[in-house]
């Protein structure tokens, strides 16, 4: 057999280092959103934002460009490999963190946040693509766990490692130790990654095909309604993400403890992903995501009921944060993992109408939460528990009424 006519072996990545591939992709979101919120005053004092909650923006414009971005990468992935494509999206994530660096008006810097969005939804489609070419089922769901819990530390520690830039250096330092990181990715992921998609699978970038790969994940039941519910849930966490300097610096006046309260509450879904990852195997998908967003819906009625009655207070917003998040850490990886499950022949396009609808639909609910923001966490509650409701509606149809179901057997990758 001469070597045009060799069929096509996948390469099997070890399984720790597909963990560690995916979790430091996904890790360049993480830092790229949370790092510089102890910045954000710094940054809109200089360019003289209007508005406290103008400052929002940094943030907004990154995830709705991320979310956009990623419904046009997936036929690229889909026809050109997955290997090159995250190459191309790192070079991109490269300069658009120089272009931060150099951004000389508020306009110039949005501009480049969401030109640095736009490039890192490549990468996203890229690795959950990958993920899906190795795996599928619980196993997908295990990966996609340990993945999320190694890059949790970077929510954990991004606030912390933008407080000690800002305490050597301009905030524009912080830009700068984005631009190395997304070097060392690429240095890495170019010795080490192989090519995950057969060649008899890649797909034409023709209109046809395109629409009807889209069109088939908007069809699938399963699919469109586990999307829609993580945005919902994750809409939420957009909107404490936008909010969370002012919430700590202004309402509860922490000061430059605040990047140490961010960790405390970001810790809970760390914890929560790495428990999945161990519990998915035996309980399933559905069971797990079904009970952890019931917890979400209680907890924030509880909350919101509290906060009304007696008023605030920073201990009872963390401990109902940290539920809130905990629970987040249980739905995200499964509802990722469900939508996915039916799309193993167009992982490429399934990855990206998932991450633009989920990204998308979750940058703009955030973004509206956030400029509720009115000195007080009652605008956050609300958009926690009305967010928390609407996803469990949302599964209710896709499941056609039954919650709970047992987990149907992996399929092969």
Known sequence: MDAETKPFVMPRIAYAELVAIVAGVMALNALAI??????????????????????????????????????????????????????????????????????????????????????????????IAIVRDQCSGRRMAEVMSLAITIFMAAPILAPGLGQLVLMVGPWRGIFLTLLIYGVVMALWLGMRLPETLAPERRKPLQPGPIFSNYLEFIRNRTSIGYTLASALCFGALFGYISAAEQVFLETFNLGQRFPIAFAAIAGSLAAATLINARLVSRFGMRRISHTALLIFIVANIFHLIAAASNGEGFLMFMTFMSISFFALGLIGPNANALAMEPM?????????????????????????????????????????AWLGVAAFLVILWAEKGVLFRPQTPDAPP
Not at 110 to 126: P, S
Not at 345 to 363: D, E, K, M, P, R
Request: net charge neutral.
């Open 344 to 384: 193993g022949h167009i992982a490429g396009s399934a990855a990206a109408a998932n991450g633009f609808a989920g990204t998308t639909l979750a940058g703009f609910l955030g973004g509206v939460i956030g400029q509720f923001y009115d000195g007080t966490t009652m605008p956050i509650i609300l958009g926690f």
């Open 34 to 127: 949370d790092m510089m919120l102890p910045a954000l005053g710094l940054i809109g004092d200089e360019f003289g934002a209007a508005q406290g909650n103008d400052r929002q923006l940094i943030i907004v414009v990154y995830v709705l460009g991320n979310g956009v971005a990623q419904l046009f990468f997936g036929p690229i992935v889909d026809r050109f490999g997955r290997k090159r494509i995250l190459m191309w999206a790192l070079g991109g994530y490269i300069i658009g963190s120089a272009l931060t660096v150099m951004a000389s008006s508020f306009t110039l810097l949005l501009a480049a946040r969401a030109f640095q969005g736009v490039a890192t939804a490549a990468t996203r489609v890229a690795a």
